[in-house]
């Protein structure tokens, strides 16, 4: 069974910083491309960050240069590093994995950036 556990919100003052982490079991996780995405109430969910097998990333062009993904395999855990945090990045955060058709999501973690 497939599982990601997100941890890490909280609330932080703008201009500050969060690192959220995703562990995951019951997969092979070396091997899989590992996204964050959020959702901030009554919006869609979007794409945040992604990270490739090798470490390659990539960031959706609102946190360029802010944030920071990054993946410890030996551990299965995936982390967002979020600096210079402003109100508008207020959202629960999930990280999302895809195995063939299947897409996995954690509980998700909540983040409030106060102004």
């Known amino acids: 069974q497939v599982q990601l556990v997100e941890s890490g919100g909280g609330l932080v003052q703008a201009g500050g910083s969060l690192r959220l982490s995703c562990a995951a079991s019951?997969?092979?996780?070396?091997?899989?491309?590992i996204a964050w995405y959020r959702q901030a109430p009554g919006k869609q969910r979007e794409f945040v960050a992604g990270?490739?097998?090798?470490?390659?990333?990539n960031y959706a062009d609102s946190v360029k240069g802010r944030f920071a993904i990054s993946r410890d395999n030996a551990k299965n855990t995936v982390y967002l590093q979020m600096n210079i945090l402003k109100p508008e990045a207020t959202a629960v955060y999930y990280c999302?994995?895809?195995?063939?058709?299947?897409?996995?999501w954690g509980q998700g973690t909540q983040v409030t950036v106060s102004a």
């Open positions: 999302n994995i895809n195995q063939g058709s299947d897409a996995y």
């Open positions: 019951g997969i092979i996780f070396s091997n899989k491309f």
């Open positions: 990270i490739n097998r090798l470490g390659l990333a």
